[in-house]
């Protein structure tokens, strides 16, 4: 346990840098925002690009490895967001709740650690669980939202869904890193290096932005965060690791879908509410708090795979 503390503790510490620099105004909030465009648009996507391009794609798709992620995260969801009407949130709020209690940060932070941590055994599993978060998940809460408004799902609900997929540069970089490995193309070496450059910057350059991040962001709601960080450190990855045993989902992948469950809320979740105006500070605090909590959560959630 001590052993996987200390290897992660370099991780956070790049985002307790990140929220120090940030906190005495050291790096303001539009450095934080041009930082977070260059690793969003480029590092991140250099480096899911390569991961990408280099799978075996006959073995990264397994369908029960999706059911079970989606089995897992959809149960908890579905918890979350009754837990939320029960005590009379409305609907849209009820919504992005249970959206925060399943929809850990596997971009910034679950794919250069965890395959940083577990080998290259993670990156498959970790781009699958990357990607249902965003087609899935993220559309799910894009429609519920737009009904609680309007009443229904028009065309411009689905339109907006659509357009939110094909322009996420995680999602663009992962599909053509993925065709390129269908089409079983060579990457040339000095295209192999300039990728590896690039996406090396990712690391470093999304944990410094994470934490700076932290520190732009309106906190409150303090009460409703802490069950919502709980939900998402603790009953997430124990959803997951069920549905996986029921799915016989095999130890190594799903080793790997219980790590990336157990990451701390996504910080794109603060942007999806601050976009549509719901539930801003329990998001931004729930964001806040799971960050802080998951330097102790995650060794032992890897610890616990890792030693099972």
């Known amino acids: ?6 290897q ?3 991780f956070f510490a790049l985002i307790g840098l990140g929220w120090l620099a940030g906190k005495l105004r050291f790096f303001p909030a539009e450095a934080t925002r041009w930082l977070t465009h260059f690793v969003f648009w480029f590092a991140l996507s250099a480096m899911l690009f390569r991961f990408a391009a280099t799978l ?8 029960r490895f999706v059911a079970a992620y989606v089995a897992g995260s959809g149960a908890l969801w579905a ?11 409305p609907l849209a709020d009820a919504a992005m709740q249970a959206h925060v209690g399943m929809t850990g940060n596997t971009g910034f932070l679950g794919v250069p650690m965890l395959v940083a941590l577990l080998g290259e055994r993670a990156i498959g599993p970790v781009l699958m669980v990357l990607t249902i ?7 799910l809460i894009t429609l519920i939202i737009a009904a609680a408004r309007h009443g229904r799902i028009g065309p411009g609900a689905l339109t907006a869904a659509l357009k939110g997929v094909v322009t996420n540069p995680m999602i663009v970089s992962m599909a053509a890193g993925l065709t390129w490995a269908a089409l ?4 040339p070496a000095p295209a192999l290096d300039f990728l590896t450059l690039l996406g090396a910057a990712a690391t470093p350059g999304a944990l410094f932005a994470i934490g700076a991040s932290l520190t732009t962001r309106p906190v409150g709601r303090v009460g409703p965060a802490v069950w919502l960080s709980a939900a998402k ?36 979740v603060y ?26 959560t995650v060794p032992a959630v890897i610890h616990a795979i890792t030693k099972g």
């Open 56 to 63: 075996d794609l006959p073995a990264l798709f397994d369908a």
């Open 1 to 6: 346990m001590l052993a996987i503390f200390l």
């Open 233 to 268: 450190l603790i009953l997430h990855p124990a959803a997951v690791a069920v549905a996986a045993w029921a799915f016989g989902v095999p130890p190594g992948p799903a080793g790997v879908m219980i790590a990336a469950a157990a990451l701390p809320v996504a910080g794109n």
């Open 271 to 296: 942007m999806l509410a601050h976009h549509f105006r719901v539930a801003e500070q329990r998001v931004s605090a729930a964001i806040l708090i799971s960050t802080a909590v998951s330097i102790l």
């Open 79 to 89: 918890l979350g967001f009754a837990l939320s009407r029960r005590t009379g949130q």
């Open 8 to 10: 992660t503790l370099p």
């Open 133 to 139: 978060d965003m087609i899935v998940f993220s559309t």
């Open 184 to 187: 079983r193309l060579p990457l």
